[in-house]
């Protein structure tokens, strides 16, 4: 029989093997000083790509104002307990108020983490005669809520209507044996890539299949439709989606998340929820602070506008020079680039230190081998000087990875990762 800790002293994992070379610096990294388009690592001043304060809320006056009265006023212990014993307050469901009103449902529920309530939502709307149908590309915390469904699940490929059509044919079948339901899942923009989920077309198939649609809007909620309530608005077919859901994490620039629906099916969920019924309530000092960052998403459409001017001319530079972005529909604005893992990491090193532009890198296995993907998320504190500055830097490292420059100051690294 074998130690239970052999497989970790014998392998870290796909990105754990990285450390010894990534650690602290791509990965882990530590970004100094107040949330804002400029920030410091490793003690120089870096234009920052890779927060998603969209709105800019996280450093607002207006806002850290509130957080500091909140935390006064209530401690971060207040209320005690969990929503169901101890923990509710007039102001949790006064922000559940506001939130169902701001997209346009009947009712709301809070959740501690968008992650957790995520795995919980799933886990409480099906049971094990239900088949659950969802992207391939999503996001880990959906994927963990399907682990736990004792029932089938299919995937479809990635925003494929096509192929959801065909999963739904198979499901349909299924669940006339089971006696069960099927609940789709997407999200509403696709957080590696931008692209927007099909919502429209994935709708359109109600009419063909019964199905109940579950939307995971964290990066849609406050950046698109017309009233910031996200890619449901922005195509059209709030009314269709059955179960919304979104995260304070990013446009609310905060901690906490929520879901949205007709009011018996939050009525279910507020008792069915492991993740809030065995949990800690949310703490006030976040619930105040959400009450202020929604009604500056009401109030303040600037926000939102100066965020698109920056994304518009962030993305049409980067067209304009040639680099492929993709297929974004959203403000996350991926660069895809071509080269190997030890390239991609002596490019970033460069783009940091000798042009001071942070942004995130992603590389294999969360993207095709060969593939570099510079991931950012412009907000609305940047400005076009920080875009210019950006581009201006993009077209240099281009011009060294198409050169070997990367290659040949990468080859230490990648002699000893043969190794
Ligand atoms: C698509 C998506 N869903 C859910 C989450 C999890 O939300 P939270 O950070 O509130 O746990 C994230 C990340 O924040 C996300 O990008």
Redesign the pocket.
């Known amino acids: 029989m074998r130690d239970l800790f052999d497989k970790i002293y014998r392998d870290k994992g796909p990105l754990g093997k990285w450390a010894a070379h990534a650690e602290g610096y791509f990965v882990f990294p530590k970004l100094e000083g107040e949330i804002s388009n400029r920030m410091k690592f490793q003690g120089k001043e870096v234009v920052t790509w890779s927060i998603?304060d969209y709105l800019g809320l996280a450093n607002h006056p207006e806002v850290r104002k509130v957080d500091a009265e909140a935390g006064a006023a209530y401690g971060s212990a207040y209320p005690m307990g969990a929503r169901m014993m101890s923990g509710h307050t007039d102001l949790h469901e006064q922000l559940q108020n506001e939130l169902a009103a701001f997209v346009n449902k009947e009712a709301a529920y809070l959740?501690n983490?968008?992650?957790?309530?995520?795995v919980s939502t799933i886990d409480a709307l099906v049971s094990k005669d239900d088949i659950i149908v969802y992207d391939v590309d999503?996001?880990?915390?959906?994927i963990d809520g399907v682990r736990l469904h004792m029932g089938k699940r299919f995937t479809y490929k990635h925003n494929d209507v096509e192929s959801l059509e065909k999963n739904l044919e198979r499901a349909t079948k299924m669940a006339e044996q089971t006696g069960g339901g099927i609940l789709v899942i997407s999200?509403?923009?696709?957080?590696m890539r931008g692209e927007q989920g099909r919502l429209k077309e994935i709708v359109e198939l109600k009419k063909k299949f019964n199905f109940r649609f579950f939307v995971?809007?964290?990066?849609g909620f406050g950046t698109l439709g017309a009233t910031g309530a996200g890619a449901g608005e922005e195509q059209g077919i709030q009314d269709d989606i059955d179960v919304y859901?979104a995260?304070?994490?990013?446009s609310m620039a905060s901690?906490?998340?929520f879901i949205a629906a007709d009011k018996e099916i939050i009525d279910y969920l507020k008792y069915n929820l492991r993740s809030q019924m065995f949990a800690k309530s949310l703490q006030m000092q976040l619930v105040v602070g959400a009450l202020k960052r929604l009604d500056m998403l009401r109030t303040m459409p600037e926000l939102k506008q100066n965020l698109w001017k920056i994304v518009d001319a962030l993305q049409s530079g980067l067209k304009a020079r040639g680099f492929d972005i993709g297929t974004t529909q959203s403000c996350v604005t991926p660069v895809y680039l071509k080269g190997s893992i030890p390239e991609a990491m002596a490019l970033v090193k460069d783009l940091r230190e000798n042009y001071g532009i942070f942004c995130s890198i992603v590389v294999y296995p969360v993207i095709p081998k060969g593939l570099i993907l510079l991931r950012m998320i412009p907000t609305a504190t940047h400005t076009l000087e920080d875009v210019e500055i950006t581009l201006e830097a993009f077209d240099a490292i281009r011009a060294r990875l198409e050169n070997g420059t990367y290659k040949r100051l990468s080859a230490a690294v990648t002699a000893a990762m043969e190794k």
């Open positions: 998603n959740l983490f968008g992650y957790q309530g995520m999503a996001h880990a915390c959906i999200e509403g923009v696709f957080g995971d809007d964290a990066h859901f995260t304070f994490a990013k901690t906490g998340a």
